[in-house]
């Protein structure tokens, strides 16, 4: 299966999870591409309450992937505004498989990361896709390192062939 994975980090640490669900959904024999979201002008914050008045400058032609992964921080409670301005642009969705993902640095889901994955798969499913249960990953108070990896092994068992 060819999946893309599309992520937005700022910090580093949602672009360390999407590396390792690259290497273990390759491990189990998917072609993955990784794509880091850039913008035409920089975020280094905000919220989606707000009017987003930036674009997402490389999302890549998605009719190309089987299935993706999306991602990346929570941000006042949800999606990093990268994130999801670039699910705004998405298409092609139709019947897609998507996996919705997250980090945050509040050591309860429900401190955003609960949140985030709700409106990722809310405006994912308007787009058309077959949306999967999200991945949320916590930092504070964590072994995160292990989150990380079990995160990883959790996306590789949602794409099983």
């Given at each position: 299966m060819k999946i893309g994975i599309i992520y937005h980090s700022l910090s580093g640490q949602t672009k360390k999870l999407a590396n390792l669900m690259q290497t273990e959904l390759t491990r189990n024999g998917h072609?993955?591409?990784?794509?880091?979201?850039?913008?035409?002008?920089?975020?280094?914050?905000?919220?989606?309450?707000?009017?987003?008045?930036?674009?997402?400058?490389?999302?890549p032609d998605l009719s190309q992937f089987d299935a993706l992964c999306v991602g990346g921080p929570v941000w006042a409670f949800g999606p990093s505004t990268v994130t999801f301005?670039?699910?705004?642009q998405m298409t092609d969705?139709?019947?897609?498989?998507?996996?919705p993902f997250c980090t945050m640095g509040f050591p309860l889901k429900g401190m955003g990361g609960n949140g985030c994955?709700?409106?990722?798969?809310?405006?994912?499913?308007?787009?058309?896709?077959?949306?999967?249960?999200?991945?949320?990953?916590?930092?504070?108070f964590h072994n995160f390192n292990l989150l990380l990896t079990q995160a990883a092994l959790q996306s590789s068992a949602d794409f099983k062939n």
């Open positions: 072609e993955i591409s990784l794509v880091e979201l850039q913008t035409d002008v920089p975020q280094k914050g905000g919220s989606i309450r707000q009017q987003l008045n930036f674009q997402v400058t490389n999302l301005k670039a699910i705004q969705l139709k019947g897609k498989k998507v996996l994955i709700k409106h990722m798969s809310t405006a994912l499913k308007q787009k058309g896709a077959d949306v999967l249960p999200g991945i949320i990953v916590p930092k504070m």
